[in-house]
Structure formats: C-alpha cells, structure tokens
C-alpha cells in the first residue's frame, strides 16, 4: 500500500508542477509589453554598427560604434568621434572612472586609450 500511495504523491507533485509551470506561462504571456524603440543614423546615432552599450551614473547611454562614440539623454544623441578627440572612429568599449567620472575610450586601432573629462564636454 505504500509503494502504491508513493506513487500517487509523485504523480500528484507533477501534476501540481505542470499546473504551476501553465499559470506562469499565462500570466508572462499577459505581463504587459514594453515599447521598444528603434534608433539607427536617422535618429542621430553614429552609426548603425554598435559594439557596446554603457550607462554611466549619469543615467546618460554610451553607444560605441564603428563611427565614433554616442551618448544618448532620452531625447537626442551627441555624437564625439576623432574630430572631437578620439584617437580612432572605431569605439569597442567605454569605461567610466568612480573617482574622477572621466570616461576611458577603447578603441579598434589600438593605442593608448582616450581620456574624456566629462560628460557634458567633448572627449
């Protein structure tokens, strides 16, 4: 009689288990959906190609691209690259410092990383 009562708790445990997995796959199902936007060169971004994406503790978006480095506010894009002085176009990482917020630019090409002062001046 055990072995038998053993078996109904298994079953009984499964069938709990694929009610429960049903319910969270209904309710994911009507969780409520996001807007995603798109932003390509025609919104302002340097390029489409992106390598990395970075929030810094400014809540700003750094897009780094093939074509330079571009930060987002929520509303518009600033774009910076070599004309801006970055050493290369091609942006592969950014890195904000905690103490001093600069921002330390890798790129494609090599070289020595480019040091930004901040935010809201050029890098």
Known sequence: MRIVAG????????????FGLLWAMIVTSLAEQLPVKPYTIAEGLA???????VRDSRGFLWFCTEDGLSRFDGYRFTNYGVKDGLTQQHITHLLESRRSGAYWVATEGGGPPSLAASADRTP
């Open 47 to 53: 390029h489409d190609d992106i390598n990395k994406i």
């Open 7 to 18: 078996k109904e708790q298994r079953v009984l445990r499964h069938v709990i288990c694929v």
